[in-house]
Nanobody, 123 residues
Framework: QLQLVESGGGLVQPGGSLRLSCAAS??????VGWFRQAPGKEREGVSC????????NYADSVKGRFTISRDNAKNTVYLEMNSLKPEDTAVYYC??????????????????WGKGTLVTVSS
């Protein structure tokens, strides 16, 4: 059973930046996605990265502001978030699939989920 642990959330002012991390014991080159769920809203896909890191997907709402990356040697996936907006406030989850590709883009079925980290964007 793959266990995922997110970190890096917190309170940030609008326009600020945060970097989220998702650590696992061993990613096995699985594709990994970041998802978020705001209060009262459904969970949505934010970004997905292939096992090698060579292919990425982003939600339109975060394109140009968020960057997903991974360090397979450290078994860690990152989500760099810049120019944060109040509407980015949510619990952010990382998840992994048992294949190496985000075959369904942001709708790729995920097999393993972390418990989430809260990001609050507020002045």
């Amino acid at each position: 059973q793959l266990q995922l642990v997110e970190s890096g959330g917190g309170l940030v002012q609008p326009g600020g930046s945060l970097r989220l991390s998702c650590a696992a014991s061993r990613f096995n080159y699985y594709a990994v996605g970041w998802f978020r769920q705001a209060p009262g809203k459904e969970r949505e896909g934010v970004s997905c990265i292939s096992g090698s890191g060579g292919s990425t997907n982003y939600a339109d709402s975060v394109k140009g502001r968020f960057t997903i990356s991974r360090d397979n040697a450290k078994n860690t996936v990152y989500l760099e978030m810049n120019s944060l907006k109040p509407e980015d406030t949510a619990v952010y989850y990382c998840a992994a699939t048992s294949t190496s590709w985000c075959s369904g883009g942001l709708h790729t079925p995920m097999n393993y989920w972390g418990k989430g980290t809260l990001v609050t964007v507020s002045s």
